[in-house]
């Protein structure tokens, strides 16, 4: 089992839609998490960083559940410029710099 | 966020030639950096860790005498593939970690697209 798994999609919704991606993690140690978003033949962008409240950054919102170790990302009125692949990224302990990502969920809005 | 600048963004080289990628953060200091190999439509994976001021820290099956990484300065690290072959063709990217309000967050360089003919 992977350390940190995401379905790969790909997701394709119409513009204005709400879609949401999961992602577990299976070190119980894992302190910080992040999404990501990538574009074809780009580098990952920080899309944001995920923290135990929760938080919301116009259209997405990210949430995380220890208990269950999983986060989330909603992205409401999906646009077209959406449409990229949204990787997860968890950090194990602190002490150690080791940065664990998802194969990555692919997003495609349609027009 | 953050900036972190990859250069060059493209070379071709011919086979057995060395190819340096340079990796600058350019508004912060950066004492750990990041080194990703990604192949198309597949996910990032991590080469090895860039420490400044020691040696690097490298991921199981890559060669550290095939891909040699230095980080002196708090600001650049370098990634020079020696004696390029065809199947080091790839994309490489640089990381650099960045703490913010306690959580260290990774910004990307733009990536480096190598040709080896």
């Known amino acids: 089992r992977k350390e940190v798994e995401q379905d790969p999609g790909p997701f394709n919704v119409p513009e204005g839609a709400t879609v949401a991606f999961n992602c577990t993690y299976s070190?119980?140690?894992?302190?910080?998490f992040f999404w990501y978003r990538q574009d074809c033949r780009k580098e990952p962008k920080l899309l944001m960083s995920?923290?135990?409240s929760g938080n919301e950054d116009g259209r997405f919102t990210a949430q995380l559940n220890r208990a269950s170790q999983y986060i989330s990302l909603l992205i409401r009125d999906s646009k077209l410029s959406d449409s990229a692949t949204y990787l997860c990224v968890v950090n194990r302990a602190s002490g150690t710099y080791k940065y664990i990502f998802g194969t990555g969920t692919r997003l495609k809005v349609l027009a | 966020g953050a900036v972190v600048s990859q250069h060059p963004s493209r070379v071709i080289c011919k086979s057995g030639t060395s190819v340096k990628i340079e990796c600058r953060s350019l508004d912060f200091q950066a004492t750990t950096m990041f080194w990703y190999r990604q192949f198309p439509k597949k996910s990032l994976m991590l080469m090895a860790t860039?420490?400044?001021?020691?040696?690097?820290?490298?991921e199981q099956g890559v060669e550290k005498d095939k891909f040699l990484i230095n980080h002196a300065s708090l600001t650049l690290s370098t990634l020079t593939v020696t004696s390029a072959h065809p199947e080091d063709s790839s994309f490489y990217i640089c990381?650099?970690?960045?703490?913010?309000?306690?959580?260290?967050?990774?910004?990307f360089g733009e990536g480096s697209r190598l040709t080896v003919l």
């Open positions: 860039s420490n400044e001021g020691s040696k690097a820290t490298y």
């Open positions: 070190n119980s140690a894992s302190q910080s």
């Open positions: 990381s650099a970690r960045k703490t913010t309000e306690g959580v260290g967050e990774l910004f």
């Open positions: 995920v923290y135990s």
